[in-house]
């Protein structure tokens, strides 16, 4: 790492007692005695592939390559603890120099990592004459909660998604609030008995889900909550706010199972302050489908990466 962004970043992160050596020593220590719960998750974005550097302001897509792996600690119900950041930087980047770059990134992630009251524990940054690449590891704690994972929904569980699905692209896949306390209270009182984050798009995601946990999924599609840029994108795209709520990427909202009863309470009072929407019901067999199994079959679609 740069010795100016070390400067800059460490009059710049706020102290933590758990990141007991930080920035400035060949490695970082974290406080992690207490604990035998470690969640890791790693995810990489890239210029030309996830975003357009010449059309962003790199703060959001800092904020967006810490958010994205938020999201899946939040899809295991783990509260976040710490990242490492590495940054392979433009040697001549659209705006600025390489430094200032790299500074704006950390801009756009560290009020994020405050507001989840996560470390940036260190990381590497290098320069090339290639494109911007960031790749954030996490490492967050499940604590006395079990991890959600997708294999454990039953028949008869009724499938709920937090907030708002499709249109990501007109802004939200920066934007967006990854779902850490909502993911921590399903766990923490054993409310979800399945569950994902939706990053590729319902119908695919979905489908992962069930191969998990072995189950067929029938959709309730009317129910389904499409958000409001999906009925703006829809105007442009010939497609229905369904369809994009179906199939876009990046929504980044929690994808659950729940037995009915809980799935009634949580579509009532929300979660976390986040609304939750019932959108179908866990059947034995395989496929998702409209209605009834036998009926009209929903075919997983998204973003599928390379
Ligand atoms: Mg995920």
Not at 27 to 33: E, M, P, S
Not at 127 to 151: D, H, K, M, Q, Y
Not at 174 to 180: E, H, M, Y
Not at 253 to 281: C, D, K, N, W
């Amino acid at each position: 790492m740069e010795p100016e962004l070390i400067q800059h970043l460490r009059s710049t992160l706020v102290g933590n007692p758990r990141l007991r050596i930080g920035l400035g020593d060949d490695a970082a220590l974290l406080d992690w005695r207490d604990r035998d719960d470690l969640v890791v998750t790693t995810d990489l974005i890239s210029d030309q592939v996830d975003f357009l550097l010449v059309e962003v302001d790199p703060r959001r897509i800092g904020r967006k390559s810490l958010a994205i792996n938020l999201s899946d600690l939040a899809a295991m119900g783990a509260e976040s603890i710490a990242v490492v950041v590495s940054l392979l930087l433009p040697r001549n980047p659209p705006h600025g120099t390489t430094l200032q770059l790299a500074t704006q990134l950390y801009e756009g992630m560290i009020p994020l990592a405050e507001q989840f009251d996560c470390i940036i524990a260190g990381g590497d940054t290098n320069s090339w004459n290639g494109p911007l690449a960031i790749s954030v590891t996490a490492f967050g704690a499940c604590g006395e909660a079990p991890p959600l994972v997708r294999s454990g929904a039953k028949p008869g569980d009724l499938l709920l998604v937090t907030g708002q699905l499709g249109g990501s692209i007109l802004g939200s896949h920066f934007d967006f609030t990854p779902r850490v306390h909502e993911g921590r209270k399903l766990s923490l009182d054993r409310l979800a008995t399945a569950a994902m984050d939706i990053s590729d798009g319902l119908l695919l995601d979905l489908s992962r889900l069930l191969k998990e946990s072995d189950l067929a999924a029938i959709l309730d599609l009317p129910a389904i909550p499409t958000s409001a840029a999906a009925a703006q994108l829809a105007d442009t795209t010939g497609k229905t706010p369904l369809e994009h709520a179906l199939a876009d990427g990046e929504d980044f909202e929690l994808l659950f199972t729940a037995s009915p009863e809980t799935a009634a309470r949580l579509v009532a009072e929300g979660i976390a302050g986040t609304a939750v929407t019932a959108i179908g019901t866990l059947v034995a067999g395989e496929g998702i489908w409209a209605d009834h199994v036998g009926g009209r079959r929903l075919q997983p679609q998204g973003f599928l990466h390379a």
